[in-house]
């Protein structure tokens, strides 16, 4: 009989031998290789935070004690242990469970957390909370060290020596970040490492925390003993441990970066990473950037790209990056500082490309705002994956343009096709003007094969790529394209719709706008993103004292988890069917 | 003569002997306080720093040698010896020059910086941008003990280190940050001075810095000696020097918080405190809501405050935190980490009040999303200073109303009066359902006497308080009172406006608006921040398809610096005539 078999809570695994505990990591470590292979997510995160897990619902006793998981990119094992393990086990059940921590799940996942760096700021909140409602517990944050480098985390270590009650770090060490960990601080984790922890310049001790070290995370019998150790301390603590990423699966341990998060089938029925030999490699928007950018960095030194600690994500592999060199800078996962490095390196003469996922460029709002806009640098900023989404409700796309298209100085640019985002690459290099964000299109290749000689530094200048009247559509970057098939289905309905791609994001084209008063009774905007902040209602409004009527598209406000891209269509009815037929109603 | 006399350029300081120095010290010191006195500013930081910052132009060839001053409230003596002399000597030139660096007063100034704990970010892509043009020069930024409590700060700092190349921090340790400092960190720069740098356990260190320590800052030789050597280096270096924040000012000394920035006349003839024993002190939205949040923490232990670093500004002076006990939190600057906190705190039954200033709530975008909006966590948020503002264009507080109320699961209340305000703030402490904002009136109080019986937990209900026709006019929030003025000039030109208090930021009474069509040809919507993305917008795209027109009123999607507000209500058209103008000609 399986170890699974026997637990049917907690209760049954702090009754297991050490002997039982190892073969429960073992079949767990089946469990998560196999459904991640067929679903695809995170991997190596979670293959080497097995053991840790078992120790700690061993020694702690959730959900009194509260257990925050950072980024929860390593839940994996714990989700099995606190009666999900159905989800792992069963694979008409794997895609019913969260990538990531939430409580509507269970009790024993305290926050939904997906993006990073936020578990020590949150276990503070329930240590405090804890401690006004004069209650006992344990709090313990896990936090992984490439999740150390995002200024979040170290606000929360600052502040939680504060609290003077219990308050316990798990610092995961495992040398990686997604990719290779950046910054000075892993400098000291490596000393601490290779001195046992002994070391007297200790960045966590430098904080106020007591410390300890395990040399082996892996081994059930360090980690239990640590942590009987520092359970119901009322000193803040730091248990540093040492793990391996992708413990027990030797693909994963040999190729860490390519598996913190797997598409479906990587590996084959061996374990071993599929022979995808000689399967084609399409031209996308990300590879198109790459070359842009190694080809003017040949002619220009200072062009530079920069990415916060999600290099492989924006296609910057490791040979790419080598490709690179000096002139690709990882920052750890430290977006602010990103965008503060950036704008400061344009301002004093070099290129700089940040190159942003959409859902994590919300984490530098304010510098944004104060170190680039405030400072009008000509940096460009490359944002990917801009779009509504099936996603995780902690990653989605869709709230990029009420961000950057608010604040002032900023110019954002939506290209539709491959020239015109080639074109607007020209141009970024060439502006010294304005900062400048592009949305990446979130489409495969379109390319027209038409040149585009649009000259960007005349801003807000919308093309109108198809003249008619009565009714215009406005499709911004991804969605210009839905605007063409909407067109399309008026024209097999006799109706000759204006067609405008407006490129600009950030602003309006006013004279254009006015001009389609003449002859129209209705504007259609269509965006890949939310609508509350966002570009068809600054055109809503544009034509507030008008008698145009306008209709905008996008996304309501909301956070959909894991909804299918055609439930979302057709709830924003997003569908060339039903927005013709709105038009129609209107006209 | 006076030295400052002699001073036309920095080579003249340069050529200073010590003594001469200190005499162009203390002449400055004398030109900060007056000037200060007079306008209002910054005041403690900048007596504190005038011994370093004449070492570091003596040392080091500004502008070629780049300095970032940190949130750059401590930038008086570097603008005094840049050229700007003029502006602290005559009182006529005082209201010309801004309180913050900025490279459009002088090439000596790197950056617009008002926001805190950027200057390390700014300083290692200023050093990135030269090493990739292979230019040769030094990179110095200045950073504040209180500011290393920000996220940024730390990102910067360990990422600094990957440079190789040459790249200097000044830690200005005052031993105070606005108000006390906050966390672990401080107890590791309290080590380092007492053990005059010696002990092993050094924060700048665990990070990879060659670390310098200087026991007076303010002493000009050990200055200029530590200066001299650490001057060209190629290793990320640490000076950490002591400095007294108030030096030379008594006063100052005494009360580094009350001296931090300082209203006019705060200094009598004597440069001592002036008497105001006696002047009246109103109740204002900041005392009603300490009132109110004292009176409910004596009953219930689970409420408590948290403001990240800047208490005085929400009227959290010390005899207040005294009174507030364990139930006020200063988390540090760290709003990111304070979002976080507060939010984890609520999600485990506390009941915290996050107090944020407009301008600084845009510093916590992502975890106001992640941390906060997706957990639904029942916290609430007073959003204090929010308005379209005379203030310096780093410090403006036009933006929370694009930035909060495009969230999902965040409901933004606007109150108008104070007895709407201390019902929402009763509703606030009963809420157990969704992420709750206030914006705090940015107005003298305004009471009516009638008790307010709104049940808030019924979302997005807007208030008709005058029924009318042709014209509805919506003010939010602040502007609740100029559309009552309007309407009232309305009413004098034979026109009865319908008038509605919204209190809902965050969504539309869609039923009422609804309702208006039947008798109303334009809505107005009045806002006290910026139009783009904002409240208005959001109607005007709901009124789309119909036939009744929309005017929205706000500001404009930019950075005023120091403008007047006449002067903004001018451009905006937010004058009751002007509204009152364009509604006839609509109507």
Redesign the interface.
């Known amino acids: 009989m399986k170890i699974l078999d026997k637990l049917n809570s907690l209760d049954d695994l702090k009754n297991f031998t050490y002997e039982e505990l190892k073969s429960l990591a073992s079949e767990m470590r089946s469990l998560i290789i196999k459904k991640v292979n067929t679903t695809g997510g995170h991997l190596a995160p979670n293959l080497g935070f097995i053991e840790p897990t078992i120790a700690l619902h061993k020694v702690f006793n959730s959900p009194v004690d509260?257990f925050?998981f950072d980024v929860s990119h390593q839940c994996y094992p714990h989700k099995i242990l606190t009666g999900r393990k159905k989800y792992y086990e069963n694979p008409e059940k794997y895609l019913e469970i969260s990538g990531y921590t939430n409580?509507e799940e269970s009790a024993h996942d305290?926050?939904?957390?997906?993006?990073t760096s936020?578990s020590v700021?949150?276990?503070?909140?329930?240590a405090?909370?804890?401690?006004?409602?004069?209650e006992k517990y344990n709090v313990v944050a896990i936090i992984g060290d490439g999740s150390l480098?995002?200024?979040?985390?170290?606000?929360?270590?600052?502040?939680?020596?504060?609290l003077g009650s219990n308050f316990i770090v798990i610092v995961n060490d495992n040398e990686m970040s997604i990719a290779e960990n950046?910054?000075?601080?892993y400098?000291?984790l490596r000393l601490l490492r290779e001195t046992n922890g002994q070391a007297?310049?200790?960045?966590f001790?430098?904080?106020?925390?007591d410390y300890y070290y395990v040399s082996d995370g892996n081994d059930l019998s360090q980690m239990i003993e640590v942590l009987e150790k520092v359970k119901g301390t009322e000193q803040?603590t730091v248990v540093h441990i040492r793990t391996q990423k992708g413990k027990g699966l030797k693909a994963a341990e040999d190729n860490k970066e390519l598996f913190h998060w797997i598409v479906p089938n990587l590996l084959d029925e061996n374990n071993e990473i599929a022979n995808t030999q000689g399967a084609e490699c399409p031209e996308t928007y990300a590879s198109v950037t790459i070359d842009f950018l190694l080809n003017k960095c040949k002619q220009d030194?200072?062009v530079?790209a920069i990415n916060p600690a999600t290099p492989g994500a924006v296609g910057f592999t490791p040979d790419i990056r080598e490709k690179f060199g000096?002139?690709f800078?990882d920052?750890?996962i430290?977006e602010?500082?990103a965008v503060?490095?950036?704008?400061?390196?344009?301002?004093?003469?070099?290129n700089?490309y940040l190159l942003l996922i959409s859902s994590f460029l919300?984490?530098?709002?304010?510098?944004l705002?104060?170190?680039l806009?405030?400072?009008n640098s000509p940096m460009t900023i490359l944002v990917y994956w801009g779009a509504i989404q099936a996603n995780d409700?902690?990653h989605l796309g869709c709230?990029d343009i009420?961000?950057i298209?608010?604040?002032?100085?900023i110019v954002y640019l939506a290209p539709a096709t491959k020239e015109e985002y080639l074109k607007m690459l020209e141009f970024s290099y060439l502006n010294k003007e304005f900062p400048l964000a592009i949305r990446v299109p979130f489409t495969n290749i379109i390319s027209t094969g038409e040149v585009d000689n649009t000259d960007y530094s005349i801003l807000n200048k919308f093309k109108v790529t198809q003249s008619g009247s009565e009714v215009a559509l406005i499709g911004v970057g991804n969605f210009y394209h839905l605007a063409l098939e909407v067109a399309q289905n008026l024209e097999n309905e006799g109706i000759k719709a204006t067609v405008i791609n407006p490129r600009f994001i950030s602003g309006l084209d006013k004279e254009l706008l006015n001009s389609l008063k003449e002859n129209h009774k209705l504007v259609v905007t269509l965006e890949d993103g939310?609508?509350?902040?966002?570009f068809?209602?600054?055109v809503?409004?544009f034509?507030?004292?008008?008698d145009i009527?306008?209709?905008?598209y996008g996304a309501e406000?909301?956070?959909p988890d894991r909804v299918s891209i055609a439930k979302l269509y057709e709830k924003y009815r997003l569908k060339k069917e039903l927005i013709v037929s709105d038009i129609k109603e209107?006209l």
């Open positions: 509260k925050v409580p305290t926050f939904v957390i997906g993006h936020t700021s949150l276990a503070c909140g329930i405090k909370a804890r401690d006004l409602r004069g480098s995002g200024g979040e985390a170290y606000e929360g270590l600052n502040n939680g020596t504060t950046q910054g000075g601080l400098e000291n007297e310049c200790n960045f001790k430098s904080l106020g925390y803040p030194k200072t530079f000096a002139n800078v920052t750890g430290a602010e500082h503060a490095y950036a704008s400061a390196s344009a301002k004093n003469g070099a700089p919300q984490r530098t709002y304010d510098q705002s104060q170190d806009a405030l400072n409700m902690t709230f009420p961000i298209s608010n604040i002032p100085n939310v609508l509350d902040g966002g068809g209602q600054k809503a409004s034509y507030g004292n008008s009527k306008v209709l905008n406000k909301e956070f209107i």
